[in-house]
C-alpha cells in the first residue's frame, strides 16, 4: 500500500469511529481508559476531560500516551489503528467551542467552564492492524 492509501485507510477508521481508549502512564505503568476523540483534519486527536483528573496528572508528568480506536469486536478482519503519540493539555477557548456538545453538561457547567480542558493528542506513529494479510502498516508523523 503506498503512503497516500494507507493515510487515506487511517483517515477512514479516524472518521468511522470516536470511542477508544487512552492509556497513560503513571509510576512506570501504564493506566487505560476509555475516551471519545475527535480529528482535525490532518492526523491529531482531541478529547475532552476535566482538569481534575488522573489522566490530566498523568499528561503533565509524562506526555507520551498511545491510543486504541476501531476495533468493533465483531470478530476477524476488524480494522483498528494503534497511535503512539504526545499529549498535551488545551485551554484555549477555541478548541473549546470547536468540541463542545449539549452531552457534556452532564460533567462540565458550559463550555467556559474553567474545569474543561480538552487533550490534544499528536501522534508520532499510527499503524492500521488487522485488515489484511499485509498489515500492520505503520505511518509514522
Known amino acids: 500500500m503506498t503512503q497516500e492509501e494507507l493515510k487515506k485507510k487511517i483517515y477512514e477508521v479516524m472518521e468511522q469511529h470516536k470511542i477508544g481508549t487512552l492509556a497513560t502512564v503513571k509510576d512506570n505503568k501504564p493506566h487505560t481508559r476509555y475516551m471519545t476523540f475527535w480529528k482535525d483534519d490532518e492526523f491529531t486527536f482531541y478529547t475532552p476531560t476535566n482538569r481534575e483528573t488522573h489522566k490530566a496528572e ?53 463550555k467556559e467552564d474553567p474545569e474543561y480542558i480538552v487533550l490534544e493528542i499528536m501522534p508520532e506513529y499510527i499503524r492500521y492492524m488487522n485488515a489484511d494479510s499485509n498489515t500492520p502498516e505503520q505511518l509514522d508523523l
Do not use: C
Not at 480506536?69 to 497511535?83: F, K, M, P, Q, R
Open 58 to 110: 498523568e499528561i503533565e508528568a509524562n506526555p507520551h500516551v498511545h491510543i486504541l480506536i476501531g476495533y468493533e469486536g465483531t470478530g476477524y478482519g476488524d480494522t483498528y489503528l494503534e497511535v503512539q503519540g504526545q499529549a498535551k493539555i488545551r485551554e484555549d477557548q477555541e478548541i473549546k467551542d470547536k468540541l463542545w456538545s449539549d452531552q457534556m453538561n452532564r460533567w462540565f457547567e458550559g
